[in-house]
């Protein structure tokens, strides 16, 4: 049952940033960064401390009694998740729900999930899996086998991108995906699949602070709900530069006060996308504290985001103008990122007994 609720958790968390992008898309007159930065307030400045002060009690004191480097360190990795986030969402911007999620989470999971594990293996810490751990167990090997078959997954879902980008006429393209660019798009989110997976490590980092929440008798469920604020804070100061830099070179200030738009609606539509963000990881911690398994919990979560931005690319008709090859092809790396799930899914069960 431990696994089954961890997998649950996990799926709302991929459901929920899945689907967070969509609101943006009812947003009027605003440049990204004007959506972009209103969206992130929410997402990494008000709602994490919300959902630290709901479930961690002394959430504020455990924050500041942390060592300067279990701070330091997860605020370090929040500014480099913060590079990848910004680039997510010029990925999305760039190849769409469909593509841009399966490039960006597919590179962002086989890194968030391995990486952890090679580090353990040099720095040994008590209850951590080293990678030598996970390869030398049974069900070791059949996670880092799911890794391997979800980034073969990947690799189809990037030949479905590139078989959609002879196919389909430019015009068409650009009702589907407003500003689609497959050179542009792919070398940002091979950037943002890389760097996102600094947000795992950024965990990694902070679980000092999620130990003392739960020793002060805090839910282990929520544990992690007082990393988040740390971690996102890092996250929030580089898309904060950035889209101020934006707003500076775009001359587009003014559009957040900007009458002839519909502000109400694009504030509430942005605080939307960016609550509905941060919901993905309130539930991957939910989802990890079940399973117990880092690098499993973080492939399950991204697995779980493509599906989600997937099924939305579908019903948003982004593959509706390709050759019969070509949706195989995108089928069939959805179908094989689902097997990873399974793989990584029963590899946990196995060590969990």
Same mark, same amino acid.
């Given at each position: ?34 959506? !972009?930065? $209103? &969206? *992130? +307030?929410?997402?990494? =400045?008000? @709602?994490?401390? #919300?959902?630290?002060? /709901? ?25 480099? !998740?913060? $590079? &990848? *986030? +910004?680039?997510?969402? =010029?990925? @999305?911007?760039? #190849?769409?729900?469909? /593509? ?254």
């Amino acid at each position: 049952m431990q696994v089954i609720a961890g997998v649950f958790f996990h799926f709302i968390g991929g459901f929920a940033s899945g689907s967070f992008y969509m609101p943006f898309k009812a947003v009027r007159g605003w440049a990204w960064e004007n959506f !972009w930065i $209103i &969206g *992130g +307030l929410f997402s990494w =400045l008000i @709602v994490p401390p #919300l959902a630290a002060w /709901l479930t961690i009690p002394h959430f504020t004191e455990i924050i500041s009694g942390a060592s300067r480097e279990v701070f330091g360190y997860t605020f370090l990795f929040g500014l480099l !998740w913060g $590079i &990848g *986030g +910004l680039t997510y969402g =010029l990925g @999305v911007r760039y #190849l769409g729900m469909s /593509l841009g999620n399966s490039v960006v989470l597919g590179f962002c999971s086989a890194f968030g999930a391995l990486v952890p594990s090679i580090y353990y293996n040099f720095f040994p810490a008590p209850g951590k899996t080293s990678f030598h751990d996970m390869i030398s167990s049974h069900w070791g090997r059949i996670v880092v086998a799911g890794v391997a078959v979800c980034l073969f997954g990947i690799y189809l879902c990037g030949k479905a991108g590139m078989g959609k980008e002879k196919e389909v006429p430019e015009a068409e393209k650009k009702k589907s995906v407003a500003e689609f660019n497959l050179t542009k798009g792919l070398a940002v989110a091979i950037i943002s699949g890389i760097l996102s997976a600094c947000f795992n490590f950024g965990i990694e980092a902070g679980k000092p602070m999620a130990y003392h929440a739960v020793s002060m008798g805090s839910n282990p469920l929520y544990q992690n709900n007082v990393i988040y604020v740390v971690l996102l804070w890092g996250g929030l100061t580089t898309n904060f530069i950035w889209c101020f830099f934006l707003n500076l070179h775009n001359r587009s200030f003014g559009k957040y006060t900007d009458r002839s738009t519909p502000l109400v609606k694009n504030y509430l539509f942005s605080a939307l996308a960016g609550t509905t963000w941060f919901l993905q990881f309130f539930f991957y911690g939910m989802g990890e504290s079940k399973l117990g398994n880092g690098a499993s919990s973080w492939i399950l979560h991204m697995a779980f985001i493509i599906l989600v931005a997937n099924m939305w690319g579908l019903i948003l008709k982004e593959w509706n103008s390709v050759s019969r090859k070509t949706k195989t092809t995108i089928i069939a790396g959805i179908a094989t990122i689902m097997l990873s799930v399974i793989m990584v899914g029963y590899g946990n069960a196995l060590k969990l007994g």
